[in-house]
């Protein structure tokens, strides 16, 4: 068995006497190379502890017939995770793994993230990355070792590929960092950063917060560096031993002497059309350019002269290559924005709420030409999405989602299921808004939010995030704080780069970097960075974070002129609830026998009601006159019979001894005989089965049961 160790020290938490502290701990991340799937290009299986993933990389044995109209490697990422690695059957009538769940496909678009940027620019032969998660405890994370796995495979195959790329997991718990923590460390920490290296630079990153500040951010990053270090020494070492040669491609066309055979043609039109503020009628344009491009004999192949389709593929790269250089070389050079912002000016802003007059609570974002309608739906905890996940099952209260459709950008595009790009990005607006919702006990309604992008030119995530948080106040949410987000921009050659504010759509496809950034006025709720580029020093990390809270505090403030404060009550539209609290011994009585009493309140009241062990039940109504009906039944059902208290009872059974009245549903007493006022009648006469009676508690029996009485009764007729 062909197998290397890396060790790292780290902290974990032990508990013991009921007290919890941070111990230090060895761990370790053994790499198995080409024992399983040996016919893939490069295999490894990454164990650390109890978790076992195996990480295969293949590539198509010729390039991809097509040329994109910009530098993009053709890669496609699989994360699965079998559920035989938690001991686990699936679910569903097929018993099955189906199609990638959520968090799958977020896992697979982190490795994408982070690899992607290490392939050459000019490698276009389909490559396709593996992940099998075969071996799960809650302990270990894959996500992190399926990162470290697909990089070192993609390093030590045949596939160019820059490699020496680290990933590694922290957060704080008691100010101190944990690396790679356990899933019960990170339920209980306020923070949850990765962040993947090339070398000793920042590749990528992802988080999730409460309200972070900025320097401990770049702290966290900072204090990564010596496992980074560790890491690549370690890499360094398996290369030397394990590393195949790489393979080349051959070029069917030389893009450098195409680009400056037609730049003094092409570059006065594409920065004509620049000059144009419509973004629609600019990229109109923009397709008649690469019409006038011509293609030389001795700088491309017969295959594409001959081939219409390559021929205008060839064409629109020319046409992009030459417009990156005009939009970079404003930026750099002229400080000038193609907009004509200045690096640190947000587009235009404006926002509404209470657009639709039926949902729980509305918005529109607009910033620029980007425009996000948010609403939000307040359902009952029937309305809790059932996950099913290796470490277990759960019910999510909070639900985002996101939806492109084709018109947002003025395409022809059927809507076929969710893409992978609007899962992940409801996923990162997910996480921008989620520390700041209220708890569950003071707010226990389950909340969906969706945005939908109805125009985009970049940044739609960031406004989906903008427009989530209005459409919350409007719905009477009461949030901890407003959240907003920006997406800043990179463009960079050499030691010279400028860091653009609010990025639109044509700087992020001509840039180098997208960093989004979301948060309250004080601290940071989530991060995504993307890079095209071999990563940036942790000096423009710190630059950009500065810069995105300035951002951020004027989008909040625009948002405040708008609506500043949750509404005070929530639409008249959404349910009614109302939580009480019963002894956990009337359980059984609310529920009755076979859940009889609880069936009898959902018919009657037609509510919908939880009830938790420890006593707890919530009702949810659609009016408030359900909703007070059902509270009513169920004080009745769970109150204890008070002695001395007179109530009118129904009669439900009556002896030649007395007569059995129900004072309260299912509290039962005897009335004797002794203790009716009126004497010498016959008790069937005085008495029907269920008739209403006026009597009172005397006392107690030794069981519980009520001994009633007349006596004292001055009005029997109440």
Request: proline share 4%; charged share 30%.
């Amino acid at each position: 068995m062909t197998k290397e160790v890396f060790e790292y020290q780290t902290k974990t938490i032990k508990v013991e006497n009921g007290k919890t502290e941070l111990v230090d701990v060895k761990k370790v991340i053994e790499f198995e190379f080409n024992e399983l799937a040996k016919q893939a290009n490069f295999s490894i299986k990454v164990t650390s502890g109890g978790t076992s993933v195996l990480c295969c990389v293949v590539s198509a044995k010729d390039d991809n017939p097509n040329i994109p109209s910009e530098p993009l490697v053709p890669l496609i990422v699989e994360y699965r995770e079998r559920t035989y690695a938690a001991g686990k059957i699936p679910g569903g009538f097929f018993k099955r793994e189906g199609k990638p769940r959520e968090h799958e496909v977020h896992v697979s678009r982190l490795i994408d993230r982070t690899l992607r940027p290490l392939f050459p620019k000019d490698f276009n032969r389909d490559v396709q990355i593996s992940v099998l998660v075969l071996s799960f405890d809650p302990a270990n994370d894959p996500t992190v070792l399926s990162v470290l796995g697909s990089s070192l495979a993609l390093t030590l195959s045949e596939i160019p590929f820059e490699g020496y790329t680290s990933c590694f997991r922290i957060c704080r718990i008691n100010d101190e960092y944990i690396v790679n923590p356990t899933f019960q460390e990170l339920e209980i920490s306020d923070i949850d950063l990765i962040c993947s290296f090339y070398k000793d630079k920042v590749l990528m990153i992802e988080t999730e917060a409460e309200e972070v500040s900025e320097p401990e951010i770049v702290n966290m990053i900072k204090y990564l560096q010596s496992y980074v270090n560790e890491y690549l020494e370690f890499q360094q070492k398996v290369v030397s031993k394990y590393a195949k040669p790489k393979f080349s491609s051959t070029l069917k066309f030389v893009l450098d002497k195409l680009v400056e055979a037609n730049r003094s043609k092409i570059q006065p039109m594409l920065e004509e059309i620049l000059n144009l503020p419509d973004k629609v009628e600019r990229e109109k344009k923009y397709k008649q350019i690469a019409q006038e491009v011509i293609l030389l004999n001795e700088f491309c192949s017969e295959e594409i002269l001959n081939d219409k389709t390559l021929s205008s593929q060839l064409k629109e790269r020319i046409v992009f290559t030459i417009l990156r250089e005009i939009v970079r070389k404003r930026i750099l050079f002229d400080q000038i924005r193609i907009d004509g912002r200045k690096h640190d000016e947000l587009r235009e802003i404006s926002c509404k709420v209470s657009v639709l007059p039926r949902t729980h609570g509305s918005a529109i974002f607009q910033r620029g030409q980007t425009q996000a309608l948010v609403t939000v739906t307040l359902g009952t905890a029937e309305d809790m999405q059932i996950m099913d996940e290796l470490i277990g099952e759960y019910k999510e209260r909070f639900l985002f989602h996101y939806n492109f459709p084709g018109f947002a950008t003025g395409e022809v595009r059927l809507e076929r299921g969710v893409s992978r790009r609007e899962l992940g990005h409801g996923m990162l607006a997910k996480k921008a808004i989620q520390a700041m919702l209220p708890s569950k006990e003071d707010f226990p309604y389950t909340i969906r939010i969706v945005s939908d992008i109805l125009e985009s030119n970049g940044s739609s995530s960031m406004a989906s995030v903008c427009g989530a948080t209005l459409a919350l106040l409007d719905a009477g949410v009461k949030i901890k704080k407003p959240v907003a987000g920006v997406a800043i921009g990179l463009v960079m050659e050499d030691n010279n780069y400028a860091i653009l504010v609010d990025i639109a759509g044509i700087e992020d496809h001509c840039g180098d970097m997208d960093f989004k950034v979301a948060g309250t006025d004080t601290g940071i709720t989530a991060i995504q960075l993307d890079l095209k580029i071999l990563g940036i020093p942790i000096s423009i990390v710190e630059e950009v974070l500065f810069k995105a809270k300035l951002a951020r505090i004027k989008i909040l403030d625009i948002m405040k002129n708008v609506i500043a404060e949750p509404r005070e009550q929530i639409s008249s539209l959404a349910p009614r609830v109302q939580i009480l609290y019963i002894s956990p011994d009337k359980i059984g009585d609310l529920i009755g026998p076979k859940g009889k009493n609880i069936k009898q309140i959902i018919d009657e009241t037609q509510v919908k009601i939880e009830i938790d062990n420890d006593g707890k039940v919530t009702v949810f109504a659609d009016s408030q006159q359900a909703l007070d009906l059902a509270i009513q039944k169920i004080n009745e059902l769970t109150k204890d019979v008070e002695v001395g208290k007179i109530y009118v009872g129904k009669v439900k059974k009556v002896t030649n001894y007395g007569v059995f009245v129900e004072v309260l549903p299912n509290k039962v007493g005897l009335l004797h005989v002794s203790q009716i006022v009126q004497k010498g009648k016959d008790l069937n006469k005085m008495f029907s089965e269920g008739e209403e009676i006026v009597v009172k508690v005397a006392q107690l029996d030794e069981e519980g049961r009520p001994v009633l009485t007349q006596k004292g009764i001055y009005d029997l007729k109440r």
